[in-house]
């Protein structure tokens, strides 16, 4: 008997969103809270790379972890790796105002999703281009609400209703990925 | 006979004031450049801390290095341990964007000096408070142009010839703490 995968988190609202997206896709992991060291890198690969590492070595079980930005091209990827801790200090409103006036609004939303089996990592990206809005509408999570996926009406991320957003993410189209990956292993059976 | 102290780190301004600085007290060392792994924390201790494990281990001889950042008050110390990232990405304009208009100015300048002897680490950390101007003045490296340190008449550190900086700086305060350190144990010394 083997234990579930641990998906490793410590943001209550980037794991109710994935186990929802794996749920959809039967795969059940159990969500568990660790301070996992963590390195400065502009690639959130592989900074993803790296957590999956030390979450494996600390939890010695299967570990999916996650890392995700948003890239605004007109700010040279900003915020990007460092997009929860701008999200804590400017916030939003500092990132408008860094957008005040600028015309090209174009920006990806990127999810990297790490998953070390015990032996190795494997990193799976997904990503959603889209927009910056003039101004935040709804209400939700992180960058959310200033982040216009493509082909949606204009609606912001945070706009969508959850399983919206949870059907079309990054995240999703990562963790996706990573699904298909482990169901053609059979890695997700509990045996 | 063992070797210099080495001083690790890829940013050839950062190199050019420490050596200037450790020079004045007499205390040599040797600029390598190496990749070290850097973790991120909102704690710029943590950050130099474990840098100088890092550069231990891969160096095997004793190894000084250094973090700093710019704390701005009214960003909640934005963009403080990121400081490179965001000065290649948004830069000073983007910093000056978010101050717009803000009357609130104050910001400290941290340095924290980190030296592993080969059996532990010891940190030395320096500060200068200032206030962030209203527009660039001067010609130099990153946030520079735009800190005016306290008591210097509102010149910005790239208005101060480089003696007058290096005499000032939270990157001084911090290497003379260091520098006492190393006379104090006699660790300076080849032998």
Known sequence: ????????????????????????????????????????????????????????????????????????????????????????????????RLMKGVRRRSATFKSVVAFHDGKKVRTFIGYVKGRISLEPRGYSWGFDPIFEPEGLKGLTYAQLPLEVKNKVSHRRKALEKLARYLIEKGKHLKT
């Open 1 to 96: 008997m083997s234990l579930r995968i641990a998906y490793v988190t410590n943001n209550p609202n980037k794991a109710r969103e994935s186990v929802f997206i794996l749920r959809e896709m039967n795969i059940e992991v159990e969500v568990v809270q660790a301070k996992i060291l963590e390195i400065q890198s502009d690639d959130i690969s592989e900074v993803a790379r790296f957590r999956a590492k030390e979450a494996y070595r600390q939890l010695r079980r299967p570990v999916i972890v996650e890392d995700a930005g948003l890239f605004i091209d007109a700010l040279n990827g900003f915020p990007g790796p460092y997009s929860s801790y701008v999200f804590k200090t400017i916030g939003i409103n500092g990132v408008l």
